[in-house]
């Protein structure tokens, strides 16, 4: 087992410990173990606190805890059954909506909109982007957020061209996936 990893499972145990604690409990010197424990938080499986040292001069020690995407949810089971129990009665349209938080902004022009329709995509981790192409502007997500349902529900895809034709205002279509191996999804406007 990896040092990273044996740090991960000593702080699923104990929910919470400093660099010093951690190489105590692991047999591991400290500066190896505030190493990995930086390696860990920039990828975003550890957070780190301050907290101040009793009665002990210096600076405040760390604590460090598993951060909440290390913890996981359990969101793709609960969308796996609501999607299963929607089944055709959901209104791609009203989802499309009110997952952009907007209505399409048809006061300003293509490269505007596209522009605010990428910043929207991105705040829910789409990690999208446009282009120009010869037959009309492109967006392509490089992600997918539903990939842990999006297999058995197919209809997400649809559910993004429906957000796409609403914000921009113009007809939608998917031209790429990322599960078929492309690596991104893509959609052009008609």
């Known amino acids: ?7 991960l499972n000593h702080l699923k145990k104990t929910r ?3 660099a010093r604690e951690i190489a105590r409990a692991l047999n591991l010197s400290a500066p190896n173990v505030r190493h990995h424990l930086g390696v860990l938080s920039a990828d975003g499986r ?22 909440q995407a290390a913890l996981g ?3 793709s089971a609960l969308t796996e059954a609501l999607l299963a129990e929607a089944g055709s009665k959901v209104d791609w349209e009203a989802v499309a909506k009110r997952i952009l938080g907007a209505a399409e902004p048809s006061n300003l022009p293509i490269a505007a909109r596209l522009r605010l329709l990428v910043d929207k995509l991105n705040e829910k981790h ?14 392509i997500f490089g992600r997918c957020p539903y990939a842990a349902v999006i297999e ?14 609403e914000f921009l205002g113009r007809e939608v279509r998917q031209l790429g996936k990322i599960e078929k191996a492309q690596g991104v999804c893509v959609f052009g406007m008609r």
């Open 16 to 18: 919470s410990a400093s």
């Open 73 to 75: 949810d359990n969101l």
């Open 46 to 67: 550890v957070e780190a606190a301050a907290f101040a040292k009793r009665d002990q001069r210096g600076r405040p020690e760390k604590s460090y805890s598993l951060s």
């Open 126 to 139: 789409y990690q999208a982007r446009w282009e120009a192409g010869a037959d009309g502007p492109r967006v």
């Open 1 to 7: 087992m990896s040092t990273r990893q044996r740090i």
């Open 152 to 165: 058995r529900h197919p209809e997400l895809c649809q559910m993004d061209v429906v957000l796409l034709t």
